[in-house]
Structures are given as structure tokens and as C-alpha cells.
């Protein structure tokens, strides 16, 4: 059975860091293209950040380029996310996702973690 948990969250001020993390099992995880995907209070869903299953292709929404970088470890079957000069407008439950799973399939979406920037 896939499975998506996703860690690394919390609250933290504007400027700061975090690096989340997405443990993948249940599919061969090295065969896939891979994304983070976020969802503001209110708002639907964004699409912010895309890695092939190699790892040497990554692309970024506007909104995060040049301050998230994500990368994987196929050996450890992880997703990473690292989040740099964070903003408020970042605040948002971020999601692991296999790249052919969104937007429409939310099922093999993993369960998220809070990001929540304020001071």
C-alpha cells in the first residue's frame, strides 16, 4: 500500500528556516517524479515544487524560486524540502505527492504537515 508521511513542520519566523520531510513506501519510490504541494487557510491547492526520479530535474513555482530547494535520496526512499527566507504567505499545510497523483488524486496524497510563519 503507498504511503506518504510527511514531517518536519512547525512554527517559525519570517526570515527563518525549516526542512520538511517525505518517507515514501508501498511503490518503488526511484521510479517516480515527485512534488511538494502547499494549501493556504482558504485558499486551494499550489503546486510548488517538482523533482524527476532521478533527482536532476527540479522546477519551482515563482513564488518559492530561489528560496526552496527540494531534493530525494532514492537509497532511503525520502523527499526533502528545504525552506529558506520564509514569508507569511508560505504558511500553508504542505503535501508529498507523486507527480501523476496531482491534482486529482488527493487519496495517495500524504496526511501533511503545518508550516506556519509569524512572528
Known amino acids: 500500500e503507498l504511503q506518504l508521511v510527511e514531517s518536519g513542520g512547525g512554527l517559525v519566523q519570517p526570515g527563518g528556516s525549516l526542512r520538511l520531510s517525505c518517507a515514501a513506501s508501498?511503490?518503488?519510490?526511484?521510479?517516480?517524479?515527485m512534488i511538494w504541494v502547499r494549501q493556504a487557510p482558504g485558499k486551494g491547492t499550489e503546486w510548488v515544487s517538482r523533482?524527476?526520479?532521478?533527482?536532476?530535474?527540479?522546477y519551482y513555482a515563482d513564488s518559492v524560486k530561489g528560496r526552496f530547494t527540494i531534493s530525494r535520496d532514492n537509497a532511503k526512499n525520502m523527499l526533502y524540502l528545504q525552506m529558506n527566507s520564509l514569508k507569511p504567505e508560505d504558511t500553508a499545510v504542505y503535501y508529498c505527492?507523486?507527480?501523476?497523483?496531482?491534482?486529482?488524486?488527493?487519496?495517495?496524497w500524504g496526511q501533511g504537515t503545518q508550516v506556519t510563519v509569524s512572528s
Open positions: 523533482i524527476n526520479n532521478e533527482g536532476g530535474n527540479t
Open positions: 505527492a507523486r507527480f501523476m497523483d496531482y491534482p486529482k488524486n488527493s487519496n495517495y
Open positions: 508501498g511503490f518503488t519510490f526511484s521510479t517516480y517524479g
